[in-house]
């Protein structure tokens, strides 16, 4: 029987396992925790409703669990709160360069609803020569400032 158009997520999938980009998302995640004394969640599910507001945090979701006004399930790749709100590091690879519109969409949501977004393009980090935790560094100050 066809799923029709509801996600994987409603029919019980899980998170990708093995993606090229886990050890690299577990190396940052203990940077962070290290250097700025945070507790980060790696992939959890964020719930939003019919008005694009965040309803839930999630750390899985099953076919068993019904979640009422649930428009859209997102996936990030980092998460932690402080005191200066919620964070959210989305690593983008080559896929990102395709799928164009659906991350704009992606971090417009994410930003509506005061997310502070770090997007961290690795084509653009090897390009510039850059390094990666200089580069959320950076991005962290720049939000902190704003």
């Known amino acids: 029987m066809p799923r029709?158009?509801?996600?994987?997520?409603?029919h019980g999938q899980k998170k990708q396992q093995g993606q090229s980009d886990t050890e690299q998302l577990i190396q940052i995640a203990s940077y962070l925790r290290k250097k700025y004394k945070v507790q980060v969640k790696r992939e959890p599910y964020l719930i939003f409703g019919h008005d694009d507001r965040?309803?839930?945090?999630?750390?899985?979701?099953?076919?068993?669990q019904t979640i009422k006004d649930v428009?859209?399930?997102?996936?990030?790749?980092?998460?932690?709160?402080?005191?200066?709100?919620?964070?959210?590091?989305?690593?983008?690879?080559?896929?990102?360069?395709r799928k164009v519109e659906k991350t704009r969409k992606r971090n417009e949501l994410f930003i509506k609803n005061h997310i502070k977004l770090i997007v961290?393009?690795?084509?653009?980090?090897?390009?510039?020569?850059?390094?990666?935790?200089d580069y959320i560094d950076d991005k962290i100050l720049e939000n902190i400032r704003r």
């Open 4 to 10: 029709g158009k509801q996600s994987g997520i409603a």
């Open 54 to 64: 965040l309803k839930s945090i999630l750390d899985t979701v099953d076919r068993n």
């Open 71 to 97: 428009v859209t399930i997102k996936n990030p790749d980092l998460l932690w709160i402080d005191k200066y709100g919620m964070w959210i590091i989305e690593v983008d690879g080559a896929v990102h360069d």
């Open 120 to 133: 961290v393009n690795l084509a653009d980090i090897k390009e510039l020569g850059l390094n990666i935790y």
